[in-house]
């Protein structure tokens, strides 16, 4: 049962360099979210994905975006990759029953550094 | 502001002894709390959610919550070293974005 997979596990860019981080779930579940935890910051929410079809801005989107390409896959990507976003990224979804049941549950994750 | 908060310790106990673990929320209106458990490396896992106010126990862990004070607590009994790991305390706050608000974590260190 494999869940949330993320790819890839780790990656190193240059400032400037482009990338899209992969997430697929199967769980069968309409959100998706895409997270960032840095030290000290704890996770915070990037953009997310209430069902197929539709995304939304969390607290930290400028410099991303992200495309729910079905209900499976919800990607990530980053344009124009600076050292700020640095960092552990995480995909999660969640089998989300109205605002009073978001439980989450989280790929992997994945390592990003920006040089 | 939308915030949840927690001790970011090291929290420092015994093992077969009690952890507490507390966390505060600013929007009165949440319904929704989690407890994640995350060790170095992983990601996080869910350990125990609660709706509504008092106890849930599960297993070892006990999960309490006080809306009127806007506290949500984790007791962990008979503290194992595999329980040395970070605990998020994570919000369904009302207003805003969907999704969780998570707090910074707790670094819980389980000592033989």
């Known amino acids: 049962n494999a869940g949330v997979t993320q790819t890839p596990k780790f990656q190193v860019l240059k400032t400037g360099q482009s990338m899209t981080l992969q997430c697929a779930q199967d769980?069968?579940?309409?959100?998706m979210y895409w997270y960032r935890q840095d030290p000290g910051m704890g996770l915070r929410l990037i953009y997310y994905?209430?069902?197929?079809?539709?995304?939304d801005k969390g607290e930290v989107p400028n410099g991303y975006n992200v495309s729910r390409l079905n209900k499976r896959e919800f990607s990530l990507r980053l344009e124009s990759a600076a050292p700020s976003q640095t960092s552990v990224y995480f995909c999660?979804?969640?089998?989300?029953?109205?605002?009073?049941?978001?439980?989450?549950?989280f790929g992997s994750g994945t390592q990003l550094s920006v040089l | 502001q939308k915030e949840v908060e927690q001790n970011s310790g090291p929290l420092s106990v015994p093992e077969g002894a009690i952890a507490s673990l507390n966390c505060t929320y600013s929007d009165r209106g949440s319904q929704s709390f989690f407890w994640y458990r995350q060790y170095s490396g992983k990601s996080p896992e869910l350990i125990m959610f609660?709706?509504?106010?008092g106890d849930k126990e599960d297993g070892r862990f006990t999960a309490q919550l006080n809306k009127a004070s806007q506290y949500v607590s984790l007791l962990i009994r008979d503290s194992q070293p595999s329980d040395s790991a970070t605990y998020l305390c994570a919000v369904n706050l009302i207003e805003g974005a969907d999704g969780l608000t998570f707090g910074k974590g707790t670094h819980l260190i389980i000592q033989p």
């Open positions: 769980m069968n579940h309409n959100s």
């Open positions: 999660a979804s969640s089998d989300r029953a109205g605002r009073t049941n978001e439980k989450l549950f």
């Open positions: 994905s209430a069902s197929e079809g539709t995304t």
């Open positions: 609660i709706y509504s106010n």
